[in-house]
């Protein structure tokens, strides 16, 4: 079936641009978590849904960024303003319940702030 | 909050060859461990997991321990492939609302044909 898909898969920005990022979770799956892969290191997180409840968002680095999922499946995220740090692969991954278990990721928007 | 050290940074090994990626984690409320893969420009994929209760785990030619006393992990790879090199990430599951991964920063491996 069809596996976690992320949109656009490349993104160059100018400083100072808004900008959005798309993921498309497996269907039925409950929780969705955003992570930020900067070059060379492990994926950090940024904030999760069960399903349209926004229920973690301790890992958002700034008030810039701004996440939702307004009917429990397709997901943005959202960065205001960006910033020559916010450059960073974008990970999204979901998983079919609640509760400690596999995720499964995207492939990433690899997201270039000039 | 949680933190997770994995090493060692990089890993250099001839085929056929064993290798042992470790990591320790903080909280000791942290129940499940996993391992992803990751290949250059590629998506992390699961490769093995842990539970709390478990003390170790083996898939073919993947295992991986749990130590909960001295709260770490590690991943052994037995007969490693050349196919085998990328990087590494082990994890640690928060027990909060989220259950949301604390990674550590990447074991890069190498397999020498």
């Known amino acids: 079936g069809a596996g976690v898909s992320q949109s656009p898969r490349y993104k160059v920005a100018k400083r100072g641009q808004d900008v959005a990022l798309r993921c498309d979770p497996i269907s039925g799956h409950v929780s969705l978590f955003w992570y930020q892969q900067a070059l060379g290191q492990g994926p950090e997180f940024l904030t999760y849904f069960q399903n349209e409840a926004q229920l973690d968002k301790s890992g958002l680095p700034s008030d810039r960024f701004f996440a939702e999922r307004p009917e429990g499946s397709v997901s943005t995220l959202k960065i205001q303003r960006t910033q020559q740090e916010d450059s960073a692969v974008y990970l999204c991954?979901?998983?079919?319940?609640?509760?400690?278990?596999?995720?499964?990721f995207g492939p990433g928007t690899r997201l270039t702030v000039t | 909050g949680e933190n997770v050290e994995q090493h060692p940074s990089t890993l250099s090994v001839q085929e056929g060859d064993s290798a042992v990626i470790k990591c320790t984690y903080s909280d000791s409320a942290s129940n499940y461990f996993p391992w992803y893969k990751q290949e250059l420009g590629k998506r992390p994929q699961l490769i093995i997991d842990?539970?709390?209760?478990?003390g170790e785990k083996k898939d073919q030619r993947i295992a991986v321990t749990l130590n909960k006393t001295a709260k770490h992990f590690s991943l052994h790879i037995t007969e490693t492939q050349p196919e085998d090199s990328a990087v590494y990430f082990c994890a640690a599951s928060v027990e909060d609302s989220s259950y949301k991964l604390i990674f550590g920063s990447g074991t890069r491996l190498l397999v020498r044909p």
């Open positions: 842990i539970r709390s209760n478990v």
């Open positions: 991954a979901s998983s079919p319940g609640q509760g400690p278990g596999e995720q499964y």
